[in-house]
């Protein structure tokens, strides 16, 4: 099924160029994270089917991997399909999500601007956090409350690692990815299982959202003026 909230790449059709370079840049922020995990115990939030999951158990077999996600069917799903030794699956809300050992990194990618209270996000991932630990997480840095119905937040850079300094966590490495706007099928009106595409019928909601909050649309004008038609995303490692 082809969804804007989550990627399959089981289900994604290898010859749909949009989907892969979708996938692309999800499999990018996982690459990135895996090269920079620290410690040997390891928290996927919100990890989805778990795809990016096995990879960081994958490329780093010394290491205790756990995902969690507050959807049984993606976990349900990650069980079946991403199987490993040093792998473990958790259905739990990443809000309130608790362990009686600390863990030295936790991945959190395209995370926080799903959650309804950032802040009370990243408070329990400090409190799950080893003393030297580190959070490696994303977030976009453009407009997209308009255009996906699932985001709750929007983030400049500044406000972003701003999340992370209320717990002494300062960025170190971190790198940009840009995605340029699809605009084919942009006001299909095909269900879900019909979809050619994850963003097809994606202006349906642009519009709908700007009769109910008009004055968003100039904070999307501005950011098509600095950044033209695409998307940006930060992925950034916090370290104390």
Same mark, same amino acid.
């Given at each position: 099924?082809?969804?804007?909230?989550?990627?399959?790449?089981?289900?994604?059709?290898?010859q749909n160029l949009?989907?892969?370079?979708?996938?692309?840049?999800?499999?990018?922020?996982?690459?990135?994270?895996?090269?920079?995990? +620290?410690?040997?115990?390891?928290?996927?939030?919100?990890?989805?089917?778990?795809?990016?999951?096995?990879? =960081? *158990?994958? &490329?780093?077999?010394?290491?205790?991997?756990?995902?969690?996600?507050?959807?049984?069917?993606?976990?349900?799903?990650a069980q079946q399909h991403y199987r490993l030794p040093n792998l473990t699956y958790v259905c739990a809300d990443a809000q309130r999500f608790g362990s009686e050992q600390p863990f030295d990194s936790i991945v959190s990618l395209e995370t926080i601007e799903h959650l309804p209270d950032p802040y009370s996000l990243t408070d329990n991932y400090a409190r799950l956090l080893a003393a030297d630990g580190?959070?490696?997480?994303?977030?976009?840095?453009?407009?997209?409350?308009?255009?996906?119905?699932? +985001?709750?937040?929007?983030?400049?850079?500044?406000?972003?690692?701003?999340?992370?300094?209320?717990?002494? =966590? *300062?960025? &170190?490495?971190?790198?940009?990815?840009?995605?340029w706007w699809q605009f084919k099928g942009l006001f299909s009106k095909r269900p879900d299982q019909a979809k050619q595409h994850r963003s097809e019928g994606v202006g349906n909601a642009v519009l709908a959202y700007y009769r109910k909050h008009p004055l968003y649309l100039f904070a999307r004008l501005a950011s098509m003026l600095r950044y033209g038609f695409s998307n940006r995303y930060l992925t950034c490692a916090f370290r104390r």
């Open positions: 099924m082809h969804t804007i909230e989550r990627i399959y790449p089981k289900d994604l059709d290898p949009d989907d892969q370079n979708t996938l692309r840049i999800h499999m990018e922020r996982y690459e990135f994270a895996s090269r920079h995990l +620290h410690g040997l115990r390891i928290l996927d939030m919100a990890c989805g089917c778990g795809y990016g999951t096995a990879l =960081l *158990a994958e &490329r780093h077999p010394d290491k205790q991997v756990t995902g969690v996600d507050i959807d049984p069917d993606a976990i349900a799903y580190q959070v490696i997480a994303s977030v976009p840095i453009t407009p997209t409350l308009d255009g996906n119905p699932h +985001h709750l937040h929007d983030f400049s850079r500044r406000s972003f690692f701003g999340l992370f300094r209320r717990h002494g =966590l *300062a960025p &170190r490495e971190h790198f940009e990815q840009i995605q």
